[in-house]
């Protein structure tokens, strides 16, 4: 145990060093001395910009996205805490002897299948408004905010403009507690590890997806999130990956090329890493198992199905949670989505969304080479941790550090959240 925690704290010293000493480098001195926005040129080319002129300064943008600064700002907070709660709650239930935790969970069988379930239900919801949405959304620099706005002024398609957003917040904590679900509950075998890699790699992609989902807005705040997104890998990735990301962000071709990552790439790869971790998951077992008898009954007999319905629990528990997830995700779509002003150039005026808060507080330290590292040293932090994880331990060093890595995003977050905007593309 003793050379455990020790070489856990090495290995987070051994990642952390180097890049607060790369962070304070003489070339993160020259980057600030540019207005990047500007260099090069071709970087506002997925956009349809304003120039900001003598009679509209930065504060006057600013002011123009008071209002939506501060509602986001408000929602960070609340989506943050949210999500801290439902990780220590998460903790708390697996933490609890079997037969207390029976008790309190009544009809679910497990924690990990309920929020399992839920997550294959918020990507069914997601798939249906986005088709929806694709029907009249524009991914072309002259006609994406014009497209939004036509979206925003029907009340009905604007109504599952919320839904997509909603629907997309609440995938990501519902991927982010099936992640804590099972460092809490140990990886410590070869399938749990895949498991718990596998769910990771889900969590990296529906974040990838959503912050593709903000450039496609063409708005105040979409702009600003590409210009760092651009900056950030042309800069500090490795010269192979910043050329082939540089293919999706440069140019007027890039709103299309991120759309069809949003809408197409991404969630193909989604599917697949789900069909990946759906083998290794026995009650996901059992459940597509119920749901091929009941579909294989419907279309031989409707009768079959009532004589076999005791069979079917964690079906009948999944329709019952998802009925209760849409219904909240309705409700929370009565608040809109966000929508700012249409970009001006040069100015930097907004926050990135709340999953990504805590990168934008290490970025106000130690600069624009964070939006690669901090993610980075995040990532292989988590990749790590279930080699530290002891099956006989209720605290190990994977608990430990899991834990830890919490506080310090959920204390990074909320700060950004409350901090006054700080501007790092020197503007």
Same mark, same amino acid.
């Given at each position: ?11 987070? $010293?051994? $990642?952390?060093?180097? @890049? ?7 070339? #993160? ?18 956009? /349809?910009?304003?120039?900001?002129? #003598?009679?509209?300064? /930065? ?20 989506? =943050?805490? +949210? *999500? ?49 949405? @694709? ?21 009905? =398609? ?42 990771? @790699? ?12 903000? !450039?496609?807005? @063409? #708005?105040?705040?979409?702009? /600003? ?24 962000? #440069? ?8 759309? =069809? ?10 599917? +697949? ?21 009941? $579909?294989?009954? =419907?279309?031989?007999? *409707? ?24 219904? +909240? ?50 990532? +292989? ?20 550090? !899991? ?25």
């Amino acid at each position: 145990m003793f050379n455990k925690y020790y070489l856990v704290i090495v290995v987070v $010293l051994a $990642l952390i060093i180097p @890049s607060v000493s790369f962070a304070h480098s003489a070339h #993160d001195g020259g980057v600030k001395d540019v207005p990047m926005l500007h260099a090069p040129a071709s970087i506002g080319g997925g956009f /349809e910009m304003r120039d900001v002129d #003598d009679g509209l300064t /930065e504060a006057g943008v600013a002011s123009l996205n008071e209002a939506v600064i501060k509602v986001e700002a408000g929602r960070s907070v609340i989506k =943050v805490l +949210i *999500a801290a709660l439902l990780i220590a709650l998460v903790a708390f239930i697996v933490r609890l002897r079997p037969g207390v935790q029976n008790v309190l969970l009544k009809n679910f069988r497990s924690v990990g299948f309920l929020i399992g379930a839920l997550v294959l239900s918020m990507l069914l919801l997601i798939t249906i408004t986005g088709m929806v949405l @694709s029907l009249f959304y524009l991914p072309f620099p002259e006609y994406a905010y014009q497209s939004i706005q036509n979206i925003i002024a029907v009340p009905l =398609v604007s109504y599952i403009r919320n839904l997509h957003y909603w629907a997309s917040d609440l995938l990501l904590v519902l991927l982010l507690l099936h992640v804590s679900r099972l460092v809490f509950t140990k990886v410590v075998d070869k399938q749990k590890r895949i498991a718990y890699w596998t769910g990771l @790699s889900m969590f990296v992609i529906v974040a990838l997806a959503l912050l593709f989902g903000t !450039f496609l807005r @063409s #708005d105040q705040e979409a702009f /600003e999130a590409y210009a760092h997104f651009w900056v950030g890998v042309a800069e500090y990735l490795p010269w192979g990956i910043s050329h082939i990301a540089a293919f999706f962000g #440069d140019g007027s071709m890039a709103l299309m090329r991120f759309y =069809v990552s949003h809408a197409i790439l991404l969630p193909t790869g989604l599917l +697949i890493l789900l069909a990946a971790h759906a083998m290794l998951a026995r009650s996901f077992k059992g459940l597509t198992k119920q749901v091929g008898v009941v $579909l294989h009954s =419907v279309i031989t007999a *409707a009768e079959k199905v009532k004589k076999r319905k005791f069979r079917f629990h964690q079906l009948r528990v999944w329709g019952y949670a998802t009925a209760v997830l849409w219904s +909240i995700t309705a409700l929370l779509a009565i608040v809109p989505a966000p929508f700012m002003s249409a970009p001006y150039n040069g100015l930097e005026v907004t926050k990135p969304p709340w999953y990504l808060l805590w990168v934008y507080g290490f970025e106000n330290v130690w600069g624009m080479k964070m939006i690669v590292l901090a993610p980075l040293v995040l990532l +292989i932090l988590l990749i790590i941790l279930p080699y530290f994880s002891k099956e006989n331990k209720t605290m190990d060093a994977a608990t430990i550090g !899991f834990v830890v890595v919490c506080v310090v995003i959920v204390v990074l977050s909320l700060m950004a959240a409350l901090g006054s905007p700080v501007s790092h593309l020197s503007m």
